[in-house]
């Protein structure tokens, strides 16, 4: 058997095209304008490459791009009142603080600071807590994001096993909770869960976020299943630097019947959430009826 590659970068742009269009509708039947604020604290190289990216495509979307750079010794004191002026800024319907914050602020404290229907991470308490029982919220990216290319390839999702390798608050909680509501049978898995191979190879659908490079080889996927790879772990070989996941792709891939790659796969799918989450929170504010598709 070889795996059927599921192209994240084709169909984040089907839905960064989807956005753009009902962005367009919105505009034109309501006169409205979605409009997403990224705070960026600190130097951080990555996080600026992701920043850039983020208000590079919220444009290209039609949304408002609002980004705030601050320097790394900004005090608590004053993110916090800048995420106030965000929260109560009625042009604004995300807010994204980019993590990780430098070392002196409280991330937690800074991430339930933000209007939980403007949470457009899905990180506040208060939309954790929604998740988890089942109503109505902003649900982290990533997550939503393996939601989407697992329903587009199996339809229904109903009574399928499903394995979350890892435990994290930013993916696999919440990618367990988004899949036990579209009725999979879920198991959360982890480094110290007994017979890890096992209870792996029992799977239809295998998520894997652990972060630890090649850590599931080809030999525990069942045949036929859907592996979803959210890993993207950088490891020299032959002399070069690689990006790879958290499957040992080659060997998965013969066993699988569909797969996520590294790079391509889960990544692109994050931003282009994240423009569907502020979409979604811009219709939540005014009343007006969820886009269709992009939701949980």
């Not at 089907?14 to 979605?34: F, S, W, Y």
């Amino acid at each position: 058997m070889v795996a059927q590659v599921i192209d994240g970068k084709a169909f984040a742009a089907k839905v960064r095209a989807q956005v753009a269009d009902q962005v367009a509708k919105l505009k034109e039947e309501n006169g409205i304008t979605p409009g997403l604020a990224v705070v960026l604290v600190g130097e951080d190289p990555a996080s600026q490459v992701y920043v850039r990216s983020k208000g590079k495509m919220t444009v290209e979307v039609g949304m408002n791009s609002y980004e705030h750079k601050l320097d790394a010794e900004t005090s608590e004191e004053d993110l916090l009142a800048l995420i106030d002026k965000l929260n109560n800024d009625p042009s604004v319907h995300g807010i994204l603080v980019q993590l990780p914050l430098p070392k002196h602020l409280n991330e937690d404290l800074v991430i339930n600071s933000i209007d939980p229907a403007k949470d457009v991470d899905g990180f506040h308490i208060s939309n954790v807590g929604l998740l988890g029982t089942g109503q109505k919220s902003m649900v982290p990216c990533t997550p939503l994001g393996c939601l989407m290319m697992l329903r587009d390839h199996h339809g229904s999702l109903s009574g399928m096993d499903a394995v979350v390798i890892g435990r994290s608050n930013i993916v696999g909680k919440p990618m367990a909770q988004l899949l036990l509501g579209d009725s999979c049978t879920v198991t959360i898995a982890h480094s110290r869960t007994k017979d890890l191979p096992d209870v792996v190879r029992r799977a239809d659908i295998v998520v894997a976020a652990v972060g630890r490079p090649e850590m599931v080889p080809g030999d525990w996927i069942k045949e036929g299943a859907t592996v979803i790879d959210v890993g993207i772990n950088r490891i020299e070989r032959d002399g070069k630097n690689k990006l790879v996941g958290d499957v040992d792709y080659a060997s998965a891939a013969e066993r699988a019947g569909a797969i996520t790659p590294v790079p391509g796969g889960v990544g692109p799918m994050t931003i282009a959430c994240l423009l569907a989450n502020t979409l979604t929170a811009c219709c939540r504010a005014n009343s007006l009826p969820e886009p269709e598709g992009l939701t949980a």
